[in-house]
């Protein structure tokens, strides 16, 4: 089975702190990926990583940055953390985006539930 | 990526079939249906996906219709264990992002 793990399930920091969020998955999956879920919003990208060293920008990356330096992990960090950055992150994998629908399904991990204070 | 549709609630009794459904008509060819699941404070979880032939694995069936512009999760015998939040979603090859949407509340009830 897919194991996708984060550093933390709570996690309270405060304003203007420096936050990392780790992620580690098991399947050599390419692909990572971070969200947030914040009721009634749903789940919405923040970035994205097809590889090693590579990132992309999802729908909000404002506020964030990301790190793959390495195939199982990847990393989010939140330079300068703010009470609006109070959320569920979450961050999931996949095998590859070339290879059909069974290899992109992306597995999630339990998630890391910030509150900035 | 097509839009879906999702009741926001539903209730089912302990032991019976569990049907979600889920309208996406403004489905394309080449999209995948999948179906995710996410109980409460937990990461969602996969449960199946499919294209255009009905589809069944250990943990529920999947039906679309011919035309495509619907379909229906069956959780054959629900368990207490199923009551989570269901998410339909639609998503092409073009590029790599799910869009969960609000979904549909299953309440299992003993």
């Known amino acids: 089975d897919v194991k996708v793990t984060q550093s933390s399930r709570y996690l309270v920091k405060r304003t203007g702190e420096k936050v990392f969020l780790e992620c580690v998955q098991d399947?050599?999956?390419?692909?990572m990926f971070w969200y947030r879920q914040d009721p009634g919003l749903g789940l919405r990208l923040i970035y994205f990583?097809?590889?090693?060293?590579?990132?992309e920008k999802g729908d909000i990356p404002e506020g964030y940055s990301v790190s793959r330096e390495k195939k199982e992990r990847f990393s989010l960090i939140l330079e300068s953390a703010s009470t609006n950055q109070t959320s569920m992150y979450l961050c999931?994998?996949?095998?590859?985006?070339?290879?059909?629908?069974?290899?992109?399904?992306?597995?999630f991990g339990p998630g890391t539930r910030l509150l900035v204070l | 990526d097509a839009k879906t549709t999702q009741p926001p609630s539903m209730d089912c009794a302990e032991g019976r079939a569990a049907n979600l459904p889920c309208n996406h008509s403004?489905?394309?060819?080449?999209?995948?249906v999948y179906w995710y699941r996410q109980i409460h404070s937990q990461g969602p979880q996969y449960i199946i996906h499919?294209?255009?032939n009905n589809e069944t694995n250990e943990m529920a069936s999947l039906i679309i219709t011919e035309d495509r512009k619907s379909s229906t999760l069956i959780l054959p015998h629900a368990t207490l264990r199923d009551t989570a939040v269901y998410y339909c979603?639609?998503?092409?090859?073009?590029?790599?992002?799910?869009?969960f949407g609000s979904g549909t509340k299953l309440n299992v009830k003993p």
């Open positions: 999931a994998s996949s095998l590859s985006f070339l290879a059909g629908a069974v290899k992109e399904t992306q597995y």
């Open positions: 399947m050599d999956h390419e692909n």
């Open positions: 990583s097809y590889d090693v060293k590579m990132k």
């Open positions: 403004t489905i394309s060819g080449n999209e995948y």
């Open positions: 499919g294209l255009k």
């Open positions: 979603i639609v998503r092409g090859r073009n590029f790599n992002k799910f869009y």
